[in-house]
């Protein structure tokens, strides 16, 4: 991939790390980083090499701070909203990659950040991570998603709790509440999300995406609908090498080899 200035892409076998790289602003969202993300993020929904993403924040004080408020504070309106839509672009994007993402939350992840991590399917946190929505504090409403995926993630009442507060929170409350998966000490973040991306990657590679795929299409639609949904993508999945590898090694008493991308 081609030489970014605000994130660093490195990739090893089937894992790319994404690491938001602006150390100076505490890893804050501008609008060249965010084009960067996209950028990024695009090149890997084509790349059938790359299995597993994990997106973590330069150096130990923040994943990303947030959005750059310097850069916010001479918005118009319609500028806003722009800003708005881009950070909607790159983090459904995110969200809608083929491969696993994995959020590695290392340091305060506040507004834009807290947004990028729930754009991914998996969050880990360092036990020093911070959390938060402080939109409100400075007259504004989270515009990257919060206020969309907060709710569906920890339910209404909670998101309704921390967006109209503004409070920032620790990584034991964001597990406590549904929003990070596990809680780490700092030194085994990365190798925490390493070792669930293994153990991924030893399953069916159409199965995994597959069930990602319904379980976000599913997401927004209604109960009758998403049970729909996942019977047809249920019945794909006979049509697959993966299937037929995954039951006869079952039988067979072995582990599956599977070769699909």
Same mark, same amino acid.
């Given at each position: 991939?081609?030489?970014?200035?605000?994130?660093?892409?490195?990739?090893?076998?089937?894992?790319?790390?994404?690491?938001?790289?602006?150390?100076?602003?505490?890893?804050?969202?501008?609008? +060249?980083?965010?084009?960067?993300?996209?950028?990024?993020?695009?090149?890997? @929904?084509?790349?059938?090499? *790359?299995?597993? $993403?994990? =997106?973590?924040?330069?150096?130990?004080?923040?994943?990303?701070?947030?959005?750059?408020?310097?850069?916010?504070?001479?918005?118009?309106?319609?500028?806003?909203?722009d800003f708005s839509i881009l950070g909607h672009t790159v983090f459904d994007a995110i969200e809608d990659l083929p491969q696993v993402v994995i959020a590695a939350v290392n340091g305060y992840a506040l507004g834009g950040g807290c947004e990028l991590a729930m754009a991914?399917?998996?969050?880990?946190?360092?036990?020093?991570?911070?959390?938060?929505?402080?939109?409100?504090?400075?007259?504004?409403?989270?515009?990257?998603?919060?206020?969309?995926?907060?709710?569906?993630?920890?339910?209404?009442?909670? +998101?309704?709790?921390?967006?109209?507060?503004?409070?920032?929170?620790?990584? @034991?409350?964001?597990?406590? *509440?549904?929003? $990070?998966? =596990?809680?780490?000490?700092?030194e085994e973040l990365i190798p925490t999300a390493e070792a669930m991306v293994q153990k991924i990657l030893k399953k069916s590679p159409l199965a995994v995406s597959s069930a990602k795929d319904a379980i976000n299409k599913g997401f927004e639609m209604t109960l009758g609908?998403?049970?729909?949904?996942?019977?047809?993508?249920?019945?794909?999945?006979?049509?697959?090498?993966?299937?037929?590898?995954?039951?006869?090694?079952?039988?067979?008493?072995?582990?599956?080899?599977?070769?699909?991308?």
């Amino acid at each position: 991939m081609s030489d970014y200035k605000n994130i660093l892409v490195a990739t090893k076998d089937s894992i790319t790390t994404i690491t938001i790289n602006r150390p100076a602003a505490m890893n804050a969202l501008d609008s +060249a980083t965010l084009t960067e993300l996209g950028d990024v993020v695009a090149r890997l @929904a084509d790349n059938k090499s *790359i299995r597993a $993403v994990i =997106i973590t924040g330069a150096g130990d004080k923040a994943f990303v701070a947030g959005a750059d408020l310097a850069a916010m504070s001479t918005m118009t309106a319609e500028q806003g909203r722009d800003f708005s839509i881009l950070g909607h672009t790159v983090f459904d994007a995110i969200e809608d990659l083929p491969q696993v993402v994995i959020a590695a939350v290392n340091g305060y992840a506040l507004g834009g950040g807290c947004e990028l991590a729930m754009a991914c399917d998996i969050r880990i946190a360092s036990e020093t991570a911070k959390f938060g929505q402080p939109e409100v504090t400075y007259g504004i409403i989270p515009g990257f998603g919060g206020t969309q995926r907060l709710a569906r993630l920890v339910g209404k009442g909670i +998101a309704k709790q921390y967006i109209y507060t503004g409070a920032m929170f620790d990584a @034991a409350e964001a597990y406590r *509440i549904g929003l $990070v998966n =596990i809680v780490t000490k700092p030194e085994e973040l990365i190798p925490t999300a390493e070792a669930m991306v293994q153990k991924i990657l030893k399953k069916s590679p159409l199965a995994v995406s597959s069930a990602k795929d319904a379980i976000n299409k599913g997401f927004e639609m209604t109960l009758g609908q998403g049970m729909y949904y996942e019977a047809q993508a249920f019945g794909v999945c006979f049509a697959t090498d993966d299937q037929k590898e995954g039951m006869k090694a079952f039988l067979e008493k072995r582990k599956p080899v599977f070769k699909s991308k």
